[in-house]
């Protein structure tokens, strides 16, 4: 019955933004127009309530226009105020997970056995002190007993043997990053955690493709140092795949232009013992 009630507002809320029925507020973004509400844009994008509280034309007119946006990603960004999600959209059962991570803390998971495991895939040990913090990988891997404090980005085949679910095709890396962008510029309401988790599968699917490399120059061009949403991403990915995506020259530039990257790489080498 939940469910059930969740999928009708969620149908009422669509029909709202496609009729503009009871609209207040008009948004545009080159040729097209969305007739909005302003309690729902504003309570979920903070760049819309100080537009409305504070601008001209905007409180005014009841209009914002948006001329430095990409009318595409404008459109996906909508399209998540109104329904929560973008395309391509994350499998229902993956989605509520996602949501769910954004109100409860993460927390480590418990075996038959009693033991506390931490899942944290791929694995490294402390090779040069031959010791483990985290030794109790997974039901399948102790540190020590199983590797001698020898883990070099482990990743257990049995616990994790396939990349996660996706939908939609490699392309669909520029428009995370994009996305990102956006949610940052706009303060969306947790559009960034689920774009890193679609930005973060989109990578351990799409990895080799060409786009990898273009969606990984515009997360680094479009965020500070200290917004490690997508960084952290890029870098995971290219140090799991180093030795193919390192040989190709749209990596090779991307390791020049950003200093960081190549130092959060070689960091994480070293923490792995170079194997």
């Not at 973004?29 to 100080?50: E, P, Q």
């Not at 226009?65 to 929560?84: A, W």
């Not at 395309?87 to 059962?93: M, N």
């Not at 396939?162 to 940052?184: S, V």
Request: aromatic fraction near 10%.
């Amino acid at each position: 019955m939940a469910g059930a009630s969740r999928q009708q507002l969620l149908a009422t809320f669509k029909d709202l933004l496609a009729s503009g029925a009871f609209s207040d507020l008009t948004l545009t973004c080159g040729a097209d127009t969305y007739r909005v509400h302003k309690n729902i844009v504003c309570s979920r994008a903070d760049f819309f309530a100080r537009a409305v509280k504070f601008g001209g034309k905007e409180t005014e007119q009841g209009q914002v226009d948006l001329p430095d946006d990409e009318p595409f990603i404008v459109k996906l960004l909508i399209q998540y105020i109104y329904e929560g999600e973008y395309e391509p959209c994350l499998p229902d059962d993956d989605y509520s997970s996602v949501v769910a991570t954004e109100t409860k803390p993460t927390s480590k998971k418990k075996h038959r056995n009693s033991h506390t495991y931490n899942y944290g895939f791929p694995h490294s040990c402390l090779p040069y002190r031959y010791s483990c913090n985290d030794p109790n990988v997974c039901p399948h891997h102790t540190c020590g007993s199983h590797c001698g404090y020898q883990c070099a980005e482990f990743t257990c085949a049995t616990c994790k043997p396939n990349p996660p679910t996706i939908q939609g095709p490699p392309d669909q890396l520029i428009t995370h990053a994009k996305m990102y962008e956006i949610a940052d510029k706009y303060n969306v309401t947790g559009l960034k955690e689920l774009v890193k988790e679609k930005f973060n599968r989109a990578c351990q699917n799409f990895w080799d493709d060409a786009n990898f490399a273009i969606a990984a120059h515009h997360a680094f061009s479009t965020t500070p140092e200290t917004d490690k949403g997508l960084r952290d991403v890029v870098s995971k990915t290219i140090a799991e795949h180093m030795e193919a995506l390192v040989k190709k020259p749209e990596v090779e530039t991307l390791l020049t232009e950003f200093n960081g990257l190549a130092f959060r790489l070689l960091k994480m080498k070293m923490e792995a013992g170079w194997k």
